[in-house]
């Protein structure tokens, strides 16, 4: 049935690359080179390019987004290299390089580079980011714990939203309708108003009624922004947003309930909101030719209450502190020297129904140098960081009652060091090690019935990115080896219900492979993907949750000025349920799905568009999990869905 569906899905794109030949002109040198040209800002907060970065980069932009019809983060990011995507419990995991049950804590994601993993364990919430508010994601893989720090494991996530700048502003409406009570609307305005002062305001609202019964998912979001250019050297700007979440929980079921009806709920009252408001500061100055000065500031509060069966409430709160200073030497080289400063606090009142009282607190303060230094075709990148971590955790009542924190502190130390070869006008070469470390969260210090110890990390890679022909390539290996990594053993009740966060005894190593290439035929474009992963615990145990195989093929076609067609075949390969850390139980099979969109542009701001997700109806899992008891469940993902929508420019 796999083979068949992709047969059918490769036969209808080529068969439209053959009616391409028609009007096959390939694009010049410059179109052609555009992804090794794409600016970088994460891997320094400078921008940089793709080229002259040693990391395997993938960079998804807003034109990729609207070409693939992606109606949010987890669409946009499906089929980049090295990323597996899951949504349970209503939220959005990104496992970037094998992470497992752990991704919320070992893949760092920012948006415009502040950091959004909270203190504990509940992961980055991103789903009430507004697509048509993005301008790009940066994929860094197996990168950024000099710049970024605690919890860079598998590497960082940086979405980046759009900003009215000095050349050109903003403004758009879009409304979008589908299957299972879809409906969105919004609008985004960004403009300069004065030579000094420039304005951004944004707001959607998204209503969902969800696959499954009590799987509805609404949000709303206002996002204000100004900036203002105190001189040419100077800028300051300020960026407030307000996000709710209000959703229901579908609940597990076990196999004989989805042979029964995977669209039902075991949990029909229970639900949840999240109110986040966040405030975020930043200046900017170039202090002359050869220094610049960049500061970042931001102060975070969520408000989380679920209701019936999971009754919780808590308040989470996070400060981050980050200057940086660049300073340039000889023919573009440069040494950045940073500080990070990071609060995060969580203050729980009440969990599963009982009253407690437990202030769960986490400070770091981390010191970093990154140098560049050119010569001749060579980049020669060295890195290094150093950071103390302290926690305060106090709670008379707990998921076990009577236990009780005290204060205690680490130090971690982490380094990069890089080499990169421009061995040609467009291609370039590299190797990289990097080694890093991931303290653990407050919650996993809450359920654990010993001390345990921060996770370490060390990576070894060599890669290369060219334009072959009419290709844009970029190939990467690499071998990864984590000591002490933590994990959950469901089977352990000492620690909590869900059961006692561990760390694997010894080492466990990551090996992979990474490919990506597009091709440019005239009016037709067309990309691939490959990801071979292979994870080995101390024991020959595989981590659950991970696939050794995952690719993609997609392709986009403008059939003329006014109309296009896209479409994207995914396929995930099997891998054990999440918890199963002895592998005991057999592997959750791999799943492919097809997508597809159409566009149409009036070519006076107003655009019209359908699509169609999972097009052939492959029934397949977003989470299986094994709780120790015996038994498996699962979250059952969306079978075929379709949408039309509407945006206009102006």
């Known amino acids: 049935m796999l083979r068949k569906k992709l047969a059918i899905f490769l036969a209808a794109v080529l068969s439209t690359a053959a009616y391409a030949q028609e009007d096959l002109s390939y694009f010049e040198d410059g179109a052609k080179t555009v992804r ?12 940089t390019t793709v080229r002259d970065t040693p990391k395997n980069i993938t ?3 807003q034109e990729d987004i609207e070409k693939k019809g992606a109606k949010n983060i987890a669409e946009a990011l499906t089929g980049v ?3 597996k995507i899951s949504t349970p419990f209503g939220q959005t995991n990104l496992d970037l390089r094998g992470q497992g049950e752990a991704n919320h804590s070992n893949t760092l994601i920012l948006v415009d580079g502040i950091r959004q993993n909270p203190v504990d364990m509940g992961g980055a919430r991103i789903n009430n980011i507004d697509i048509q508010n993005i301008d790009r994601i940066e994929v860094i893989p197996g990168g950024g714990s000099v710049l970024y720090g605690d919890g860079a494991v598998g590497g960082v996530i940086n979405i980046i939203t759009k900003t009215a700048n000095s050349i050109e502003g903003y403004r758009s409406i879009f409304s979008e309708a589908g299957n299972n009570d879809l409906f969105r609307y919004g609008v985004n305005f960004g ?3 004065t030579d000094d002062l420039l304005l951004q305001i944004n707001y959607s609202n998204s209503n969902d009624g969800g696959y499954r019964d009590n799987g509805d998912y609404d949000t709303e979001n206002i996002e204000f922004g100004i900036k203002y250019i105190l001189s040419n050297a100077d800028t300051v700007s300020y960026k407030y947003g307000h996000y709710e979440e209000e959703f229901g929980f579908t609940g597990a079921l076990t196999k004989e309930q989805v042979n029964e009806d995977r669209k039902q709920t075991t949990t029909p009252s229970d639900s949840a909101d999240y109110i986040t408001d966040s405030h975020t500061i930043s200046y900017s ?3 002359n030719d050869n220094i610049d000065f960049l500061i970042d500031g931001n102060f975070k509060d969520n408000d989380y209450d679920s209701y019936e069966s999971f009754a919780t409430s808590y308040d989470n709160t996070q400060y981050t502190v980050k200057p940086k200073l660049k300073l340039s030497y000889g023919e573009d080289s440069h040494l950045i020297l940073g500080y990070d400063y990071y609060n995060g606090k969580s203050e729980v009142n009440e969990s599963w129904g009982a009253t407690v009282d437990r202030d769960l607190e986490k400070n770091s303060d981390g010191f970093f140098a990154l140098n560049t230094y050119n010569w001749n075709k060579f980049q020669f990148v060295q890195g290094v960081r150093y950071e103390e971590t302290d926690y305060d955790l106090k709670a008379d009542q707990t998921l076990e009652p009577g236990k009780t924190y005290t204060e205690n502190s680490q130090s971690n130390t982490a380094v990069d060091f890089s080499v990169n070869y421009l061995y040609s006008g467009t291609g370039s070469t590299y190797i990289s090690y990097t080694n890093g470390f991931r303290t653990p969260n407050t919650d996993e210090l809450a359920a ?7 996770q370490t990390h060390e990576y070894f890679e060599i890669g290369v990115k060219d334009v072959v022909f009419n290709s844009f390539v970029s190939a990467s290996i690499f071998k990864g080896y984590v000591e002490d990594e933590i994990y959950l053993d469901a089977s352990d009740k000492s620690g909590s219900f869900w059961g006692t ?3 694997f005894s010894g080492e466990t190593e990551k090996t992979g492979i990474d490919l990506f290439a597009e091709q440019y035929l005239g009016k037709l474009t067309v990309n691939e993907t490959f990801t071979y992963l292979d994870t080995d615990t101390e024991t020959g145990k595989e981590i659950p949750g991970v696939s050794k195989y995952s690719f993609s093929f997609g392709g986009n076609y403008q059939l003329n000025e006014n109309f296009s067609f896209s479409g994207s075949a995914n396929y995930y390969g099997d891998s054990y349920a999440y918890s199963d850390a002895e592998n005991d139980d057999d592997k959750v099979n791999s799943y492919v799905t097809v997508d597809t969109k159409a566009a149409y542009d009036f070519k006076n701001g107003l655009e019209v568009y359908a699509g169609i997700d999972n097009l052939f109806n492959e029934k397949y899992y977003d989470y299986v999990v094994d709780y120790g008891f015996g038994s498996r469940y ?3 993902a969306a079978e075929r869905t379709y949408y039309v929508g509407a945006k206009y420019n102006f």
Do not use: C
């Not at 090794?36 to 921008?47: A, D, H, K, N, P």
């Open 191 to 193: 403009e300069k108003l």
């Open 634 to 636: 699962y979250y059952p």
């Open 59 to 61: 960079i998804v932009t």
């Open 36 to 47: 090794l040209e794409e600016t970088v800002i994460t891997t320094e907060r400078f921008e």
């Open 448 to 454: 654990a019935s010993d001390d345990i110890k921060e």
């Open 501 to 503: 966060n561990k760390n």
């Open 285 to 287: 100055k170039r202090i």
């Open 81 to 83: 290299p090295g990323l």
